[in-house]
């Protein structure tokens, strides 16, 4: 992402170099300033004003909502200041959610990227059909959360569902994914690690392909075994791909939610601080107030992890 | 160990391999690429499968693989249920209009901002990447009363217009316009051509590959989007295929439905995954921006 703030002109093919623009007059601002002041306005402005109505402004409203002791549709609403905030940080069902979103992050992060570590190995190597494979496996990630979560409904399911069936060849009987609310938890998160490991497995493949072959000779050279490579070389050298993975898998798994409604509509030991901010508005409750305070604290996480991956690029472009 | 380290092909492909060691290496190398493959395609096929089976295949405790028949029965019966074409002609038309106005005012907004002069395009860029970082989730309330007070609930442009703002894109394709030879673009100025004429003939012809990445994650987008549509519709004739399968999942709570279910499921997977097998290189480029490049 450091490539993203940096200026037109750093980045030149490197065939043509840039030339330093001299404008053609030294009149202040002639007709042809105005002109692409102009085309620049008719070209960018319907973007630049979306975002500003439906990403920028949601962020105030939001805050400004989240004083507020609303229900949804109702005409009027009662400024209560930081009182949904409180209630936030002292309500026991906050405790809940927090642990449920920790473990649904961690857990889901943890697996996609491990699984995915896994694939690139498996991936990297060239035979044939590789290529397809690669494409296969990243396949669930650009699927319909909802098809994704009704396919793993009826897998789960405790009578019909294929994964009651293999148990009962070896006389299992199922876990009840959908009645115990920590096995609900298990089963969102395995569904979620399903259609992301594939994603993980992409970017982790580029990170072994950008592995220098010199580095892996030379371990070879030094007698260095399959194992002790892996450790001591291929594993550091990833380190900025499992950073940037790390952050990128973070901020989605906050903003997960298809997998989590069509899987387990009530949020019973699946309720994330995404699916509660949904919950409290739309969910039945219709307290648009709270369910403001949740996604403010939502969006200040957000920024948080997103400060802290900026800081961290930071450093590491310095000391290339 | 399923490991193995990159490099080991290549040393052994300078070096001539004994048949025996082949063999290995072959099982090897394919086991679990194979082994991969199935963890993500099984569950696709038995969707697939499940979707022509009759509710008593379904509920039996032997498990048969193959349907007896390929007679549609359960997607009939998910068309009675809800307005099944509808919803499928809903989600192509948010689709194809969403994402076809999402790809042209990205290609508008980079064009403007790498080849017209105009203060400031530095932080308008930052302030346009910044909502990369807002998640639809976090603007949904305030977005939900501001469209529903317009009278958004309920139409088409209610669904597509908050998502028409696209930094994705504008990122995108900002970062490929920089690298094109800015010596055409001086040279097509020099005869005249204006700002319009420089954009239809020559950015937009020769960065097709890159819109068309776009176009393929805006289109993929589109189709999936759910938590928004699901807020702003609630006229089952005016949904689009995720929220409507939604309805469809909370209307048949039995476990004979699930027939019925896999085969709304088949409606809005298979769509997806023929695009992405016939373009998959340039799906794959665009979903992993920014992580593969440095």
């Known amino acids: 992402m450091s490539s993203v703030t940096s200026a037109p002109v750093s980045t030149p093919p490197p065939t043509t170099v840039r030339p330093v623009r001299t404008p053609p007059s030294r009149r202040r601002f002639g007709a042809r300033e105005r002109h692409d002041f102009l085309v620049f306005l008719a070209l960018a402005a319907p973007n630049i004003l979306v975002i500003v109505a439906f990403s920028y402004r949601p962020l105030l409203s939001n805050v400004y909502y989240s004083t507020l002791n609303w229900t949804l ?80 409904v009826f897998m789960f399911d405790p009578t019909v569902g294929v994964i009651a069936a293999v148990l009962r060849t070896v006389d299992l009987p199922s876990p009840q994914w959908f009645n115990d609310p920590s096995l609900s938890l298990v089963m969102v998160i395995i569904v979620y ?53 790390l952050i990128t898998s973070v ?70 | 160990m399923t490991m193995s380290a990159p490099g080991h092909d290549q040393a052994t492909r300078t070096h001539p391999l004994a048949p025996r060691s082949l063999a290995a290496a072959a099982v090897g190398s394919y086991l679990p690429l194979v082994l991969a493959v199935a963890v993500v395609a099984l569950p696709l096929v038995w969707m697939l499968l499940s979707s022509f089976k009759t509710p008593g295949e379904l509920v039996t405790q032997d498990l048969a693989v193959l349907p007896h028949s390929l007679a549609p029965d359960n997607y009939l019966q998910a068309a009675r249920e809800v307005p099944f074409v ?77 998502g028409l703002g696209t930094g994705f894109g504008t990122f995108l394709l900002r970062q490929h316009f920089m690298t094109l030879p800015i010596s055409i673009l001086e040279a097509a100025e020099i005869d005249g051509a204006g700002h319009w004429r420089r954009l239809t003939r020559i950015v937009i012809p020769i960065s097709a590959p890159s819109i068309v990445t776009v176009a393929l994650v805006s289109i993929v987008f589109e189709w999936n989007d759910y938590l928004w549509p699901l807020v702003i519709v609630t006229d089952p004739s005016m949904m689009t295929l995720p929220v409507g ?29 023929i695009v992405f097998a016939s373009l998959q290189r340039y799906v794959i480029a665009g979903l992993t921006q920014g992580a593969v490049k440095d």
Do not use: C
């Open chain 1, 73 to 152: 549709g109702a005409a009027t609403a009662v400024p209560v200041g930081f009182d949904n905030y409180v209630r936030f940080f002292t309500s026991p069902d906050t405790a809940e959610i927090a642990r449920v979103t920790a473990v649904f992050t961690v857990a889901t992060v943890g697996g996609s990227m491990l699984l995915g570590l896994l694939i690139a190995l498996v991936l990297n190597r060239k035979v044939r059909g590789v290529g397809f494979a690669r494409a296969a496996v990243f396949s669930p990630f650009v699927l319909s959360g909802v098809g994704v979560g009704l396919i793993w």
């Open chain 1, 251 to 320: 901020l989605n798994s906050l903003q997960a939610f298809d997998i989590i409604r069509i899987m387990t509509p009530l949020g019973r030991g699946t309720t994330t601080l995404i699916y509660d901010a949904y919950l409290q508005a739309f969910g039945g409750y219709n307290r648009a107030g709270y369910s403001a305070t949740v996604s403010t604290v939502l969006f200040g996480l957000l920024v948080l992890f997103t400060a802290i991956q900026m800081l961290v690029l930071e450093r590491r472009v310095h000391y290339r």
């Open chain 2, 245 to 273: 399968l939604t309805l469809l999942s909370n209307t048949e709570s039995d476990a004979l439905a699930y027939g019925v279910l896999m085969a709304g499921s088949v409606a809005v997977i298979v769509p997806v995954l």
């Open chain 2, 86 to 162: 509808r919803l499928f002609v809903n989600s192509v038309i948010v689709t194809v209009i969403g994402a076809g106005i999402k790809v042209l005012l990205a290609i508008f907004t980079a064009y403007a901002l790498v080849f017209v002069r105009f203060p400031a395009k530095k932080l308008i860029f930052a302030a346009i990447l910044v909502t990369l970082m807002v998640p639809p989730q976090v603007s949904l309330l305030p977005n939900y009363i501001l469209v529903t007070g317009l009278g958004g609930a309920d139409t088409y442009w209610g669904i597509i217009l908050p």
């Open chain 1, 193 to 245: 690690v399903w259609k992301n490991m594939g994603y993980a497995a992409v970017i982790y493949l580029a990170g072994l392909q950008a592995v220098p072959r010199d580095l892996l000779e030379a371990a070879a050279i030094d007698g260095a075994g399959r194992l002790r490579t892996f450790r001591s070389i291929i594993l550091p050298m990833l380190s900025p791909t499992t950073f940037f993975l």
